[in-house]
């Protein structure tokens, strides 16, 4: 055999089991970092434009829409609801002049997995004027807006905290 | 306000635990890798020993591509969340082991050695490849039927007397077969020799963590504070000592330096890691330093190797330790950075044992110091999914039994590889996976299958909480 093919050959070799170390250090890497926080709600909205204006619009909503769009969508109106502290942190919800459920219950928009936060802790809602509004729905530990117990519906500032149970949501831009 | 539930649902992420991969496509991918790797390499050593594609290449990449095509089958069905790695890795330093003991096979020179040593010369691959299959068949009955590693700590005091057993089995009269100058087989008639120190060093593993599991408060916990060290009670000094009066007996009458330090050191290493107390390390040292020091000043055999060590030019001439141990040292120099090619070296020179225990010195010579580093890091990446195993156990005695296994694992590796490149004193021992030997290539498929039960357990999602939270009742926070 020529020495060309047996060099050509043995460096062949080395780099083939080299390659091998770098692709298992590579499957250790995604080992490590395997879990990602993906919202998912809003990827999937892109993904499917038409299915997303199809479902979104039950009749009750549809007079409110314009109005959060148009009327008071300044430079104020929140966007998104962000869940910043608990077990959900990272997900958010975008804002699109639906209600939003927070609670136990499986049917809650989020689904908080939380021993302190009751069955249907409490909602979050726009009111005619776009503005949001969060309401405790008689839950056993309450709400807490900015440290404050909820008793009656409060409209909700930009980036005030909502406690409740361990779980901290606020709404952003 | 209710009928919301319709648009919201289409906006919500309702997260879980995000379900974790099985990743046993990877796992396949990778033997497939660690498959091709060892044909290459055998095809590789063909045509520089004969000029040709050995013909029985197909046979071979067939026979490893089908074991590992069994190991990867089982474990998809058995323990599907288990490490993507550690199959791939053990089926590559296996198939690769296998190609290095075929290469030696060729050489003239080993044959005449055998020749007119024992009459006739029989080739080793052969009969590694059937060892490797019935290792993997090991394995795969670890994988299938030990459902859970925790029933393994019921045999706690049981696997102790075992492993007991087995380490004394060589001393037994008719029974050990002392061909080597250690008393570390069996002989078992019609089917060959047996080191069942390789299976005992498993069956220890469970009697330690057993064993520490229960007693690790103790130990950690009631110690005195002498000179920066806690030191223990003497009652739980006890267990220590014993172990290490067991390792220097092995030591004395089997003349097997490796076993009884990789005893002791697993022993020293799983207690560190159960108590967490540095002094331990330091007692460990101590110990093995003073256990290691007395015996080489008695027993002859040992004292050679010692001699070997030191010097092996001064004696090389003379004394067969000292040459092997030169010719090993002068086959990783003469390897070079990037070797001389698989089949063209000569560490064949060492003549006795070059396919067992200095096996590692034809991969310093053929590959060089890059394949050297290469092959090493397979192995650390193997202690290192052991390791990441133990982390990720939810119970302590999956944690210890982990620790150990990987501990014993990476133990034997450096007393084998610092044996042969001249770092300390060379101990009788194999290269789990790579070097010849029946005994050590079963019992390493089977810590292997060990490690993937354990990840499985370690790495399987939970399972899911109970339906209906609904019904639980919300905790009220008292102030």
């Not at chain 1, 909503?61 to 109106?77: E, K, W």
């Not at chain 2, 998809?76 to 096979?105: C, H």
Request: aromatic share 8%; charged share 15%.
């Amino acid at each position: 055999m020529s020495e060309l093919t047996l060099t050509v050959m043995r460096l062949g070799f080395l780099a083939v089991l080299w390659l091998f170390v770098i692709v298992a250090v590579q499957v250790i890497r995604s080992d490590l970092f395997g879990t990602r926080v993906t919202q998912r709600g809003s990827r999937r909205e892109n993904a499917r434009p038409q299915q997303a204006a199809r479902q979104a619009a039950p009749p009750q909503q549809r007079g409110q829409q314009p109005a959060a769009s148009g009327g008071r969508r300044g430079r104020n109106a929140p966007t998104k609801l962000v869940v910043s502290e608990g077990t959900l942190t990272g997900t958010t919800v975008a804002l699109q002049g639906q209600t939003i459920t927070l609670g136990r219950a499986h049917d809650s928009t989020i689904v908080l997995d939380d021993d302190y936060a009751s069955s249907r802790h409490a909602r979050i809602y726009p009111d005619r004027d776009g503005q949001w509004i969060v309401e405790d729905l008689g839950s056993t530990n309450g709400t807490y807006l900015d440290r404050n117990r909820l008793t009656t519906p409060t409209p909700i500032p930009l980036g005030a905290p909502i406690r409740i149970g361990k779980t901290v949501i606020e709404l952003r831009k | 306000m209710s009928s919301t539930t319709n648009t919201s649902t289409q906006h919500t992420s309702t997260i879980g635990a995000i379900g974790a991969p099985s990743r046993r496509n990877t796992e396949l991918a990778l033997l497939v890798f660690a498959v091709v790797i060892p044909v290459f390499a055998y095809a590789n050593v063909g045509l520089a020993i004969n000029d040709q594609v050995p013909t029985g290449l197909l046979g071979y990449g067939l026979g490893l591509g089908l074991l590992a095509g069994i190991g990867h089958i089982v474990v998809r069905k058995f323990a599907a969340y288990a490490d993507p790695l550690l199959l791939p890795l053990a089926t590559l330093l296996n198939g690769l082991g296998l190609v290095f003991i075929w290469r030696l096979d060729q050489s003239e020179r080993l044959q005449n050695l055998a020749e007119s040593a024992y009459g006739v010369f029989t080739p080793s691959a052969p009969k590694q490849l059937l060892f490797s299959a019935l290792g993997l068949a090991l394995f795969v009955a670890v994988v299938v039927f030990l459902k859970d590693h925790r029933i393994l700590q019921r045999y706690t005091y049981i696997s102790m007397a075992v492993a007991l057993v087995l380490l004394v089995l060589p001393l037994v009269p008719g029974l050990g077969d002392d061909t080597f100058g250690a008393k570390i087989w069996i002989r078992i008639p019609g089917v060959g020799t047996i080191q069942p120190g390789e299976f005992a060093k498993i069956i220890l593993a469970i009697f330690f963590s057993g064993y520490l599991m229960v007693k690790r408060d103790a130990l950690a916990l009631a110690s005195r504070r002498f000179m920066g060290l806690y030191l223990p009670r003497g009652r739980d000094l006890g267990p220590i000592i014993t172990i290490w009066a067991v390792s220097l007996l092995i030591l004395i009458f089997e003349n097997d330096l490796g076993t009884s330090l990789l005893f002791f050191g697993m022993f020293v290493i799983m207690l560190y890691v159960a108590t967490e107390r540095t002094s331990w390390i330091v007692i460990g040292l101590l110990m093995s330093a003073a256990g290691a020091v007395g015996v080489a000043s008695f027993a002859g055999h040992v004292q050679a190797r010692v001699n070997a060590w030191l010097d092996p030019w001064s004696c090389y001439e003379n004394s067969d330790a000292c040459y092997q141990i030169g010719q090993s040292i002068m086959s990783f120099g003469s390897g070079g950075v990037l070797g001389t090619g698989l089949g063209q070296g000569n560490s064949d020179l060492i003549g006795f044992a070059a396919n067992s225990d200095f096996i590692f010195s034809t991969v310093g010579e053929e590959l060089g110091l890059a394949g050297v580093m290469g092959i090493l890091l397979l192995y650390g990446l193997i202690i290192e999914r052991g390791v990441r195993t133990a982390l990720a156990a939810r119970d302590p005695f999956g944690k210890l039994f982990a620790v150990g296994l990987s501990g014993a694992f990476a133990l034997q590796i450096f007393v084998v590889v610092g044996g042969v490149m001249g770092l300390i004193p060379l101990t009788g021992m194999t290269m789990p996976f790579f070097a010849a030997g029946g005994s050590s290539v079963i019992a390493n498929w089977a810590l292997i299958g060990l490690l993937l039960r354990i990840s499985d357990t370690a790495r399987r999602p939970a399972p899911a909480p109970a339906p209906n939270p609904d019904a639980e009742m919300t905790q009220v926070v008292r102030p």
